[in-house]
């Protein structure tokens, strides 16, 4: 895997030639920004080696960003959407800026049964987002720790793509309501400990107690020593409303870096009802205070709002509005609002 890799960053290499270039520094690295040409609209062509200043995601040059993306379903149950032409086509046609790779780790077919499985499903969308352009977040899906496993695994990834700009970590999907803030603090500090080893650069998530809700308990004591560290809150519109938003701004206002990498229209179960108002109350806090999102799922579960796409929709992409779901119809204009290039 390591041999495809390479090839693929040499073809993205080879893709940006004669491109006037600019070479920018960040954190002792740089990284080569396509300043004409359609390629500069590419998502890491774009921002180069992201960093966090403050409470805010930095581009290589130095401006205030914000990603929006959308999330690939769990690799367990959903690998056939984890493919290159989805990130292709997620990158091209829902104009996203980052893809969150939702490795499984639990169950028969997950990561800690069925560790070959699960590494080829993540670096097939890795290397596709690198070769592509995008950045994508390798997230450990679970809710318990298994803390050495965890370490062992994002050890592999920063050894593998820690030179890369494209990828962040998001160490622990969602940490639950039996685990106290400073048992994940705890957990946390020892996997970045583990990836600062090969990748002294690169975006860390982590996230807090409650499923991701208790972002005032970070907000109070957050992890200290480390850099470019950010801290994830999911949410689900018709269940999670102007009470979260308002614990989002208390952490804003203590200098915390939100970065939204779960959230739905829908009931925190995925389906329920679709609350509109909420989602773009939601839309207009992410928004004006410069917080990224990702989008929950690229999935087809029949009769789950949650999921974009329509039972039996292609495998590789090229989706039509009839194979999307009311949800997927609805974020697709979204993301491409943000577009009009």
């Not at 073809?11 to 500069?40: C, I, P, Y």
């Not at 499903?121 to 596709?128: E, G, I, R």
Request: aromatic share 12%; hydrophobic share 35%; net charge neutral.
């Amino acid at each position: 895997m390591l041999l495809l890799v390479l090839t693929s960053f040499k073809e993205f290499e080879t893709a940006s030639a004669g491109l006037t270039k600019a070479v920018v520094s960040t954190n002792a690295r740089s990284w080569r920004l396509a300043k004409q040409d359609s390629s500069a609209l590419l998502p890491v062509n774009k921002y180069g080696q992201l960093h966090v200043s403050g409470r805010y995601l930095k581009s290589q040059r130095g401006q205030t960003i914000s990603l929006r993306g959308q999330s690939l379903g769990w690799s367990t149950y959903w690998p056939k959407y984890w493919n290159a032409n989805v990130v292709n086509w997620l990158t091209d046609d829902f104009k996203v800026d980052v893809i969150r790779a939702s490795m499984g780790v639990e169950g028969p077919q997950g990561y800690l049964n069925d560790q070959n499985e699960q590494l080829s499903n993540v670096k097939t969308v890795v290397d596709a987002a690198i070769a592509k352009g995008t950045y994508v977040i390798i997230d450990w899906h679970c809710e318990a720790f298994h803390q050495d496993e965890a370490v062992a695994f994002f050890k592999m990834m920063a050894m593998q793509y820690g030179k890369y700009p494209n990828v962040l970590y998001e160490i622990l999907n969602e940490p639950n309501n039996t685990q106290s803030w400073p048992q994940v603090k705890s957990y946390a500090q020892a996997v970045i400990a583990g990836i600062r080893q090969y990748d002294t650069s690169n975006i860390i998530i982590v996230g807090c107690p409650y499923w991701d809700q208790k972002i005032r308990y970070v907000a109070d004591a957050p992890i200290t020593g480390y850099s470019n560290i950010m801290y994830t809150v999911h949410f689900y519109a018709a269940t999670h409303g102007q009470w979260l938003r308002d614990d989002c701004a208390y952490a804003i206002s203590k200098n915390i870096p939100i970065f939204v990498t779960e959230s739905n229209g829908t009931e925190a179960s995925g389906s329920g009802h679709i609350d509109y108002k909420q989602w773009e109350a939601w839309f207009d806090f992410l928004e004006s205070n410069r917080i990224s999102w990702v989008n929950w799922s690229v999935s087809d579960k029949p009769g789950e709002l949650c999921s974009i796409l329509q039972p039996g929709s292609p495998s590789n992409g090229k989706w039509a509005s009839a194979d999307l779901t009311e949800t997927g119809n609805f974020i697709r204009n979204k993301l491409r609002s943000y577009h009009t290039q």
